[in-house]
């Protein structure tokens, strides 16, 4: 440390008189750092003339006189939408957004352009128009409103949808309600948006339910399932953990497709099944009647599983494995009408062999193994621990 402190005072002129004239700090001069480069000047009028509008706006701000051509369209707008004038309105919120962008004034004229759309009930123009204002304003301080206007559209979409299914390559030239083709498609995405939008508003919860039950009444269980899952685990504390809960076990039961498919969804739904009895303990009657009708189904599916694969083992003569099948029947679903019959199956296989008897025993007789197997040490060859006598 002494030796650093004593080299310090030697180095720090060296590296001064090395540096030389090219210390920033060191200039007396004004100019720029390189003689060589020409410094920055300012634009002249003449160059000011030849940018195009929204180059100017862009680089050197809208200016007192942009902005009072934003207010005056701005007012004008106003104007004609007190006289549900909707389109002269949306024409002149549109001339306020360009001439003072990036403002909360554009914001605002941004936002009115959406309403008018949503005024006249073009839902498609409307959901767009609040899409450009939450892309460009994240935090809008018309998020709220946005958001509910989405999940309105989103709604009637999906409404209509049910009312009147129509293909979803099937294109729409007359409604301006409904988007140009796949209604329902737009229904979800719109869901989706309002909870991409504001993840934490009073609506995510909502757009996720809604999805959820979008995709549970036309039997897509597996994208029902996902979304009532996603719902318990995302929002906690929302209103519709309840339902969830319930659907969610109705999707996975319907997932499932039968012994000889995976049995993870029965799985799940158990697991659920005693969650949801832990967590709402003071359901209604009617619904834990219900769910012991789902707790029951569930365990008769999984002992079918369990049964099922015994009756395989038992077929090929593996009795082993068949009465560990039949034990785990009997033990673990007792109250099944299957345990019955796994205990008959047990005594009745009781005194078989654990494995069936070895094909072709005659021919392998012929060929005895008589060979040494070079993978067995004899003892003897074993080497012994080396001992160091100290003296």
Known sequence: MEATRRLRPVFLPLLLALCGCAMPW???????????????????DEGRAGLSAGVKRAWFGAGEEGEQVARA????????????????????????????????LQEDALFMVAETYFLEDKYPKAFTGYEELLNKYKRSRHLDTAVKR???????????HQKDPEF????????????LNDTLGRARRAFTKVRLNHPT???????????ANSFFARGKYDDADYYYDLLRREYPQSDHQYEAHLLGIQAKIRRYQGPDYDGMPLTEAKELIEQ??????????????????????????????DYEMARFYERKGYFKAAKFYYQRVVEDYARTPLAEE????????????????????????LFPED?????????????????????
């Open 26 to 44: 060191a200039r007396g001069d004004k100019g720029p750092l390189d003689s060589s480069l020409p410094a920055v000047a300012e634009p002249s």
């Open 276 to 305: 949801t009895a832990r967590q709402f303990s003071r359901m209604p009657p009617d619904d834990r009647q219900r769910l012991d009708q789902m707790y029951a189904q569930v365990t008769t599916g999984l002992a079918q599983r």
């Open 371 to 391: 060979e040494e197997d070079l993978l067995i040490i004899p003892p003897s060859a074993t080497p012994r621990t080396a001992t160091l006598d100290l003296p």
């Open 168 to 179: 979803f390559l099937r294109p729409n030239l007359t409604d301006e309600k409904r988007p």
């Open 73 to 104: 369209h701005f007012q004008a707008a106003e104007d004609a939408l007190r006289q549900k004038k909707y389109a002269a309105a949306r024409t002149r919120y549109e001339a306020a957004a360009a001439a003072l962008p990036n403002s909360p």
């Open 342 to 365: 796994a205990n008959q199956r047990l005594a009745e296989i009781r005194d078989k062999p654990s494995m069936p008897a070895p094909r072709l025993t005659w021919l392998s007789n």
């Open 150 to 160: 989405q999940f309105a559209i989103g709604q009637y979409w999906e409404r209509r």
């Open 201 to 211: 508003g009073p609506l995510a919860d909502d757009s996720l339910m809604a999805t």
